[in-house]
């Protein structure tokens, strides 16, 4: 069986002193890896994954949940209740809001993704799956009509 290179590991380099005289050497050993003996992704590595795939849906849900709200502020059927949401939906339209709700995201998910290695950012997002998942199916049963 052949060994790609992605199966090819390097040990710490060593350093050697060989006397008064100053000479040293330096060797590194090269290893190829035992697939039988490596060893498992840590929990922090399993939890930074699954909070960034949480960020990917929430990231989701906020888009589905922004152009609903378009979609029923258009429709004449929505009041704003965020001012800042408001006055930019006045002041600049449809493209003010998706601007700020995309600055707002982006900035819960930097926050997630700087402590993914943590349990809360996990449960944060966890959360506000939770929140978001409720909105959406709360858009989703609105009788808002398209035409």
């Known amino acids: 069986m052949s060994q790609t290179p992605s199966d090819v590991r390097f ?20 290893r190829f890896a035992d697939f039988a003996q ?17 960020g990917l ?4 849900l906020n888009w589905y949940d922004l152009e609903m ?6 429709a004449g059927v929505l009041h704003e ?7 930019l939906l006045s002041a600049h339209g449809a493209t003010g809001l998706r601007v700020f709700k995309a600055a707002m995201v982006s900035v819960a998910m930097v926050g997630f993704l700087v402590g993914r290695g943590h349990w809360m950012a996990e449960v944060g997002c966890l ?3 939770v929140i978001y998942t409720g909105v959406a199916l709360a858009w989703w049963l609105y009788p808002l009509d398209f035409s």
């Open 11 to 30: 040990e710490q380099n060593r350093s050697y002193s060989l006397g008064e005289a100053g000479v040293q050497a330096t060797h590194s050993k090269l």
């Open 38 to 54: 490596t060893e498992s992704f840590t929990p922090e590595f399993d939890r930074a994954s699954r909070v960034l795939s949480f």
């Open 57 to 60: 849906i929430l990231a989701l």
């Open 69 to 74: 709200t378009l979609s029923a502020f258009r």
């Open 81 to 87: 209740a965020n001012p800042i949401a408001e006055w």
């Open 127 to 129: 959360v506000s799956i």
